[in-house]
């Protein structure tokens, strides 16, 4: 695609329920990125995928995250048992290969607001 | 958790003048990059700095790396009112490599 696609772009959500955020990354991306912002705030790292190599998932802020990808495409965060914490914008991000120095794209993002 | 700082968290402007963001940070770098973020959402690479550089150019955009001084500043010259965002720095440190630790970021406003 001609960029990184998220979906959804807003989610509401009532505290406890469990949540699925979709990355579809940039075409023939290897590297793909999932980062957390809340308001006002910088991003923190969550996990990151490479090719075949298991995930980095260091950023991860406790057993209720967990995120998949399928192959060198699609990635789905997974959010289990809602909390008000959790309510940020998730942004994926995606590059071409992980090495040093390359740039990678991000896109819109997924509001997450949990009620 | 982040690796650094952003200074000023907050810039005001009118067209035309100049606006300095510096960053600092703790630990070793292979690179720093500076991104744009418009209204909260996706983000936009502007430059990246290798760690044996001291500074680069494009477009209004100067960017100056001090490695003694684990400090980067962005510069954006003649500023624009479509220049309003915020603008965070991203380091990849020797010891992540390949993966960008972001500070708190920078909201600029320019004002016409």
């Known amino acids: 695609g001609a960029g990184v696609s998220q979906s959804p772009s807003n989610k509401v959500t009532e505290k406890g329920k469990d949540v699925e955020l979709r990355c579809d990354p940039i075409?023939?991306?290897?590297?793909l990125y999932w980062y957390r912002q809340r308001l006002g705030q910088g991003l923190e790292f969550l996990i990151y995928?490479?090719?075949?190599?298991?995930?980095?998932k260091s950023g991860l802020p406790s057993d209720r995250f967990s995120a998949e990808r399928t192959g060198e495409s699609v990635s789905t965060l997974t959010i289990q048992r809602t909390q008000q914490e959790d309510s940020a914008v998730y942004l994926c991000?995606?590059?071409?290969?992980?090495?040093?120095?390359?740039?990678?794209?991000f896109g819109e993002g997924s509001w997450l607001t949990v009620v | 958790s982040q690796q650094g700082e952003e200074d000023p968290q907050a810039l005001s402007i009118q067209e035309g003048e100049n606006a300095t963001m510096n960053c600092s940070y703790k630990?070793?770098?292979?690179?720093l990059q500076w991104y744009r973020q418009n209204s909260g959402r996706g983000l936009v690479h502007l430059i990246l700095i290798r760690s044996n550089e001291r500074e680069k150019h494009s477009g209004r955009l100067r960017v100056t790396l001090d490695t003694s001084k684990k400090s980067s500043s962005l510069l954006i010259t003649a500023s624009r009112a479509a220049d309003t965002a915020s603008y965070f720095c991203a380091r990849e440190t020797t010891d992540s490599w390949g993966k960008l630790q972001f500070g708190a970021g920078t909201q600029v406003v320019v004002t016409p």
């Open positions: 995928f490479q090719g075949n190599s298991a995930p980095d």
């Open positions: 630990t070793s770098i292979n690179n």
């Open positions: 991000a995606s590059s071409l290969v992980q090495f040093s120095g390359n740039t990678i794209y």
């Open positions: 075409s023939g991306h290897t590297a």
